[in-house]
Structures are given as structure tokens and as C-alpha cells.
């Protein structure tokens, strides 16, 4: 089994910052590319960030030079720093993973998910 869990959701203004962070667990033999995605109410999910085993990028326009997606691959974590968060990024964030376990079989699993509110 492996298990995706999210964590430092919240609220914040304006204008303000947060740090998501995901971390993988389980039976892992690789973790290939691993993102951030969000969903809000009456929205489709949508890609957020996303990188890749070997560090490449890759960023929504909307959050070109606010977001910086980064990962430890031994720590098996990936972060999602958020700076001059909008009210329209209001939304639960996701994150995903492309996963080999350790049977060889490749996989992509979802964290259940943490609440960003921009409010003020």
C-alpha cells in the first residue's frame, strides 16, 4: 500500500503565504514525477505544479513567480510554497504522485486533500 498524506493547509490574507507539504509512505521502490493540484467549488481539479524525479518543473501560468514546488527525494516529500495568494485560489489542494512500488507495478495515488481559504 502506499499512502499520500498532506499537510499546512489553512487560511491566510491576501497577499499572504503558505507551505504545503505531501509526504509518501509505503511499499515505494520510486517515486517518479510528483504535483500539486486544487479544486474549487463548482471548478474542475486543476494542475497546480509538478515536478519531475530529476527536479524539471512545471508551473500553471496563473502561478508562474508566486509558487515554488520543490522535492526531498529522501524524505520521499514534496512542498508546495504559495507567496501573494489570491482570494480566487481558494480551493482544496491535492497531491499526486507517480509511484513504482516495490511489486514493480507503477501507479498514481492522491492525498486526501488540504483546505487553502485566502480570505480576509
Known amino acids: 500500500q502506499v499512502q499520500l498524506v498532506e499537510s499546512g493547509g489553512g487560511l491566510v490574507q491576501p497577499g499572504g503565504s503558505l507551505r504545503l507539504s505531501c509526504s509518501a509512505s509505503g511499499s515505494i521502490f520510486r517515486i517518479n514525477a510528483m504535483g500539486w493540484y486544487r479544486q474549487a467549488p463548482g471548478n474542475q481539479r486543476e494542475l497546480v505544479a509538478a515536478i519531475a524525479n530529476g527536479g524539471i518543473t512545471n508551473y500553471a501560468d496563473s502561478v508562474k513567480g508566486r509558487f515554488t514546488i520543490s522535492r526531498d527525494n529522501a524524505k520521499n516529500t514534496v512542498y508546495l510554497q504559495m507567496n501573494s495568494l489570491k482570494f480566487e485560489e481558494t480551493a482544496v489542494y491535492y497531491c499526486?504522485?507517480?509511484?513504482?512500488?516495490?511489486?514493480?507495478?507503477?501507479?498514481?495515488?492522491w492525498g486526501q486533500g488540504t483546505q487553502v481559504t485566502v480570505s480576509s
Open positions: 499526486n504522485a507517480d509511484i513504482r512500488n516495490s511489486w514493480g507495478r507503477d501507479g498514481d495515488y
